[in-house]
């Protein structure tokens, strides 16, 4: 079944689905890049984390892209997306926004290359499932234009077809998956002619169901048992294999604060070198009194990011410290290492 959109302007009904599905795309890319990270520590991969889980935040974007198919929903959508990532605590700050923006340009042109679903119906989904692969990858390009981290290129070939491949399947497939699953339910306002397979509506979006089952089951787990959103950002717990287990706060330890210069080099991020001013980690794990047994020091973030090292080596590094990162929290500065080791939002300091 084929019909022309009537109108160009957009109606009430898809600026609301572009606000709903925006604000739900921007406020669980924490929740993405944390199931990113497990997925990678999982499978023992040394590299790509998030990008293995990109088409993720770009899902949204196709999503509203066919549901309301006029020309720049996925530019707006997408630049909502960005904002709303960025208001909710980003670890890429306003660049995300760029991010976000730049993918939802490329989403707008496999609507015009593929043609929106009511005009060309479901013959041209592959279009669309290259586009977002297209899509999801344009962030790793966005991040090295940004940044220029200076990673080999075998590295970011790597990366780029990881994402690749993500968008394919988690934007382009599934995408189109739930589209039909909720033109079955009837609130789509529009009909798609659907491939001509025999079996029932349960059973064709059995994919899409379970993308929307792990999806929800995946944010309440992240939501009750990792995010903490209650917790105060400023503080963290020093706890273990400790004799004097504590809350750490900033203010009780300002007569310990130093000042070191130091530079951040990521796989995507770069701060060239400047100062930071916080207290030595071998301070706080020195007060906690570790047991005669214990060998190493997990830091956890409130996202559940972590990075261990080994307890003989924080207690003689001096430039590594736990700062207060404006409007988000604690934030560990390892000076010594790489930007994976550089920590944002630290709520545990696990003594093992």
């Not at 059995?206 to 929800?216: D, Q």
């Amino acid at each position: 079944m084929m019909h022309e959109p009537e109108e160009h302007f957009l109606g009430t009904r898809e600026i609301a689905t572009i606000a709903i599905l925006g604000a739900l795309g921007g406020s669980l890319s924490t929740f993405v890049g944390y199931l990113g990270n497990l997925v990678n520590l999982a499978l023992g991969v040394p590299f790509g984390a998030g990008q293995f889980m990109a088409g993720l935040h770009v899902f949204w974007l196709v999503l509203m892209r066919l549901i309301a198919s006029k020309r720049g929903v996925g530019t707006f959508g997408g630049t909502l997306k960005g904002l709303v990532e960025l208001f909710t605590g980003s670890t890429h700050g306003v660049v995300i926004v760029l991010v976000s923006f730049v993918q939802g340009i490329v989403i707008d042109l496999a609507a015009e290359v593929g043609g929106s679903p009511q005009e060309a119906g479901a013959r041209n989904q592959i279009v669309w499932w290259f586009v977002a692969g297209l899509s999801s990858a344009s962030n790793v390009i966005v991040f090295q234009i940004v940044y220029f981290s200076g990673a080999p290129w075998i590295y970011l070939a790597a990366i780029t077809a990881l994402a690749f491949s993500s968008g394919a399947i988690f934007a382009g497939y599934f995408a189109w998956q739930t589209m039909f699953f909720i033109q079955d339910i009837g609130i789509t306002g529009f009909s798609v002619e659907t491939p001509s397979l025999p079996e029932s509506p349960v059973y064709r979006n059995i994919p899409a169901i379970l993308f929307i089952i792990f999806l929800t089951t995946g944010a309440l787990y992240y939501t009750v048992f990792v995010a903490k959103p209650f917790a105060d950002p400023y503080a963290c717990e020093i706890t273990g294999d400790v004799a004097n287990p504590f809350i750490y706060h900033p203010s009780d330890f300002i007569q310990q604060e130093v000042t070191i210069e130091a530079e951040l080099q990521g796989a995507y991020t770069y701060i060239p070198p400047k100062n930071y001013t916080g207290v030595p980690l071998n301070i706080l794990i020195e007060q906690a009194e570790p047991s005669t047994g214990a060998s190493t020091v997990r830091v956890e973030a409130k996202d559940g990011y972590s990075v261990e090292f080994g307890l003989s080596v924080v207690l003689s590094d001096d430039r590594l410290i736990l700062t207060e990162e404006e409007d988000s929290g604690l934030w560990l500065i390892a000076a010594e290492y790489e930007g994976s080791y550089w920590v944002h939002k630290v709520s545990t300091i696990l003594v093992t």
